[in-house]
């Protein structure tokens, strides 16, 4: 832990309940390998008290702050301005103190982004990429595969509706500047293995992201949304839950002989993004995948 002086910047997530982020010891860990004089502290921040604690961000000149549950969506209406993306995918997660003037991004989903791209070596335009589920994870990995490019976005959710309902947005930020007029189609289907669509969009997609809660820790021994027989070596399997590191998915995609990209990245990334944003230097990221896998050891030496 570098030495607290009158130059410290100090930045943080409001968080609610904010016990279980793994992002201090993260986060901390970067900035002590970058040698900069920065502290990443938790806050606990109920709903209520948020534009208090977001009006403090400029009152103490911080840097900037992460916001997470259950703020992501409520802190848009505090901010100065929203970067055009966060805009599109509806949520922030990070904001930036510009000389007081508040700024809200969206690292969720270039961290996925990056993740694919540095970790996978994988490109997501002129691909079908299959996203299992439609909440707020897939709306921001959805949004971000439009922008690159996709040719094809299937999105695969338990409640349908919410599947076309995403794939409705999606067709908006497909038609809108930021996507660079490239055309990207979009289709929803159910998320039953039984299902005729669902197999067929599994049979087609180059890239495949489970984007739901399934398979996280502590109920991670539970089957694949995606059984092993549906699964081909072409495809590239990835999964947004990190506890456990390989869930029951990536298992039977290894097996399958598929590519597989784990959550960890993904976490990783986003606040690599944060801190880029805050510095303006280059996060180090294998650091900061580190001091995760200290910190889930710590927390779940099972996992
Ligand atoms: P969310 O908004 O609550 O969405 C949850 C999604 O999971 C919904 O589509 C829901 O389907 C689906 N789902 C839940 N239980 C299911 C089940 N038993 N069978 C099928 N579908 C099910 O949650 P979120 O914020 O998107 O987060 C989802 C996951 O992503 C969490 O595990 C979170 O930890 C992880 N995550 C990871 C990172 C990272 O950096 N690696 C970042 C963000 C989130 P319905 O619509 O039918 O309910």
Request: proline share 7%; glycine share 8%.
């Amino acid at each position: 832990m570098m030495e607290i002086t009158s130059r410290t910047q100090v930045v943080g997530v409001f968080a609610d309940p904010v016990e279980h982020t793994l992002s201090p010891p993260m986060q901390n860990a970067a900035f002590g390998a970058m040698g900069i004089p920065y502290a990443y502290v938790p806050w606990h921040v109920k709903a209520a008290d948020l534009p208090a604690a977001v009006e403090a961000v400029r009152a103490l000149s911080l840097a900037g702050v992460n916001v997470t549950i259950p703020h992501k969506v409520a802190v848009m209406g505090l901010l100065d301005e929203i970067a055009p993306i966060a805009r599109l995918i509806g949520a922030v997660n990070t904001i930036e103190n510009r000389s007081g003037r508040l700024i809200g991004h969206n690292t969720d989903a270039p961290g996925f982004l990056r993740s694919l791209t540095e970790e996978a070596g994988v490109e997501p335009a002129s691909q079908h990429v299959l996203i299992l589920g439609a909440g707020g994870a897939a709306r921001a990995i959805a949004v971000q595969m439009v922008l690159a490019g996709a040719r094809l976005v299937t999105v695969a959710n338990r409640t349908e509706s919410k599947a076309a309902e995403l794939c409705r947005h999606l067709q908006d930020v497909a038609g809108s500047e930021l996507s660079g007029n490239r055309f990207t189609q979009l289709s929803s289907v159910p998320l039953d293995a039984q299902d005729p669509e669902f197999q067929a969009a599994v049979a087609t997609a180059d890239i495949l992201i489970n984007t739901t809660a399934v398979g996280m820790y502590p109920k991670h021994d539970v089957p694949p949304l995606v059984p092993a027989d549906l699964l081909r070596p072409k495809l590239l399997v990835c999964d947004i839950v990190y506890t456990p590191q390989r869930t029951t998915l990536l298992k039977a995609a290894e097996q399958a002989g598929c590519r597989t990209l784990p959550g960890l990245g993904m976490l990783a990334y986003q606040g690599a993004i944060a801190i880029e944003i805050w510095t303006g230097r280059k996060a180090p990221v294998a650091v900061m995948k580190e001091a995760l896998l200290g910190a889930l050891k710590q927390r779940d030496p099972g996992v």
